[in-house]
């Protein structure tokens, strides 16, 4: 008989959120959380039974407050961080409205796809920045 090891996946959604500007919602996770100062792209853990559109849509407002409207599949990245390994679904959503008010970040910013290598990002969402650099080669 063979042993296998089950391994838990975390499956967290994440929004990469653009706004009429055609910049980028990035976020600094606080001191205190996992990854802290380190950057992401805002969303959450998915709960049973709900879509990452609908994870999203319900971690942004609970989170920063704002109402996005993710539209398209971006991709998805399995990461181990040792203890804990995560499935980040990353999906392009719209910024559609709402002051953004911070609840487990310390700071956010906009910005244009050139400047994603002046952040420092977590390890799961270095995949995303990767990609999305490439559309500015």
């Known amino acids: 008989m063979i042993e296998q090891d089950v391994i838990d996946m975390l ?8 706004n009429e500007q055609g910049q980028i919602l ?4 606080r001191k205190g959380k ?3 100062g380190l950057w992401e792209f805002p969303g959450g853990k998915l709960e049973r039974g709900e879509s990452p559109e ?18 398209a599949y971006f991709a998805t990245n399995d990461h ?3 203890s804990v390994c995560v499935r980040l679904i990353a999906y392009k959503a719209a910024y559609l409205s709402g ?6 970040h310390d700071a956010y910013r906009w910005i244009r796809l050139e400047e994603l290598g002046e952040y420092l990002f977590a390890p ?14």
């Open 11 to 18: 499956e967290v959604a994440a929004a990469i959120i653009e």
């Open 54 to 71: 609908e994870c999203l849509r319900r971690e942004l407002r609970e989170e920063m407050q704002i109402e996005i409207d993710p539209y």
């Open 99 to 104: 002051e953004i008010a911070l609840i487990d």
């Open 80 to 82: 181990d961080y040792g």
């Open 34 to 36: 996992s990854q802290e």
């Open 124 to 137: 799961a969402d270095v995949k995303f920045v990767d990609m999305l650099r490439q559309l500015v080669q």
């Open 26 to 29: 990035i976020a600094r996770r």
